[in-house]
């Protein structure tokens, strides 16, 4: 961590564990082989891979076959879109105005070429999916695959993706979940829950950058994204990412090990973040339903209008607060976050993304809202 830096953008990234740092060393140190060479120095590489893969499905409660190696989220959620138009006869992809753009261009350039009608889900005020609608989606539809993230980026709202994966059941619609922001936060049971298709990606639970996955239902079969060998089963080619497979399963393993102590320290930063800036500020917004379904990593605030406010995310940054606007993959964007804009389409306020990890603390709450307070007065 850069010294008496506070860092609140943990859902952009994460900081990389040490124990994480470590066993990618003794793989790079130890382990150099073509995990699909078929002498030993291969061999070893490939029994490591699958060890990765085992301990893997065994966090999420699925087959080892399941579970494929990607690059990243945005790579695993395209292979999930793409994948599944070409080789299930999807006609339709149902998706939301607020998803992630990994799968909200994906389907607009699907449809954009004429394989797939795309049809937007209703956002209620608040920021949830309006299920009263994909019912009405679905019902009218055929062929459908229904993309709905786990929990937005931005603004923390989740869906009860049990309750999405029985609506698509009942229309045997395939259902794919963007689960980048929850893996590693929240508990999943894949032979319970109603899924088809999550991803994960490592460095949003304090891996590496560069490596992520997709579990893909051993019902659902789909074509790769990426052809050119027969590697993952044939289902993404190219030599597999040993040392950050290595890494993303450390870091797996211990997100989960200490979830249940992570979540009550992260719900009591969020909390205290939320409280305090309701006594500091006469006039403050929470974007989502930060009180209600939401996940406890993500707090959205848009702060009173002001002629300063323009300038607030650069002022925290001189004063050593990293914190967001918005996604990481949207900080360049011109016009604004698209689901600020979606929840909240006239407002003229800042709004500033605070995400919580693993290494902060309630100092860090405090000197932030101290700042903010200097900003303001």
């Known amino acids: 961590m850069t010294e008496n830096r506070i860092y609140l953008d943990n859902a ?110 209703n956002i209620t005020p608040q920021g949830y999916v309006d299920t009263n609608h994909l019912n009405e989606l679905l019902s009218e539809s055929e062929n459908c695959l229904v993309s709905l993230m786990h929990a937005n980026n931005e603004i923390g709202n989740m869906i009860d993706i049990d309750e999405i994966g029985s609506i698509c059941r009942k229309y045997n619609a395939y259902f794919h979940c963007d689960t980048v922001q929850t893996m590693g936060n929240f508990h999943f049971d894949l ?82 973040m939320m409280d305090r800036l309701k006594n500091e500020f006469t006039d403050i917004q929470f974007n989502g339903d930060p009180e209600g379904n939401s996940l406890y990593t993500v707090l959205s605030v848009s702060f009173p209008q002001s002629e300063m406010g323009s300038l607030l995310l650069f002022n925290l940054d001189l004063k050593g607060i990293s914190a967001s606007g918005g996604s990481a993959c949207s900080s360049g964007a011109v016009g604004g976050s698209h689901v600020i804009q979606q929840i909240a389409p006239n407002t003229n306020r800042t709004t500033v993304r605070f995400s919580f990890g693993k290494y902060n603390t309630e100092a860090d709450i405090d000197r932030t809202v101290e700042t903010l307070k200097e900003w303001y007065s």
């Not at 470590?22 to 140190?29: D, I, L, R, S």
């Not at 995990?35 to 029994?47: C, D, I, L, N, Q």
């Open 12 to 121: 952009a990234t994460t900081p990389l564990d040490n124990n994480v740092i470590e066993t990618m060393y003794a793989v790079m140190k130890d382990h150099f082989g073509n995990p699909s060479s078929t002498h030993a120095h291969g061999r070893k590489v490939k029994s490591i891979i699958e060890e990765c893969r085992g301990n893997i499905s065994k966090i999420l409660n699925c087959k080892p076959s399941e579970i494929f190696f990607t690059s990243s989220g945005t790579e695993a959620d395209n292979l999930a879109l793409r994948g599944s138009v070409n080789q299930l006869g999807i006609k339709t992809i149902i998706t939301s105005p607020i998803e992630h753009h990994a799968v909200l261009h994906t389907a607009e350039e699907l449809h954009k070429n004429g394989l797939v009608e795309l049809k937007l889900v």
């Open 191 to 272: 032979s319970k829950n109603l899924v088809d298709f999550i991803c994960g990606a490592a460095h949003k639970f304090n891996g590496p950058k560069g490596v992520g996955f997709i579990y893909i239902n051993k019902e659902a079969k789909i074509s790769p994204l990426i052809t050119g060998g027969a590697q993952e089963r044939e289902m993404r080619g190219g030599t597999e990412n040993v040392y950050g497979i290595a890494g993303m399963t450390k870091a797996l393993e211990l997100s989960y090990s200490t979830l249940e102590v992570k979540t009550k320290n992260f719900k009591s930063l969020k909390t205290k």
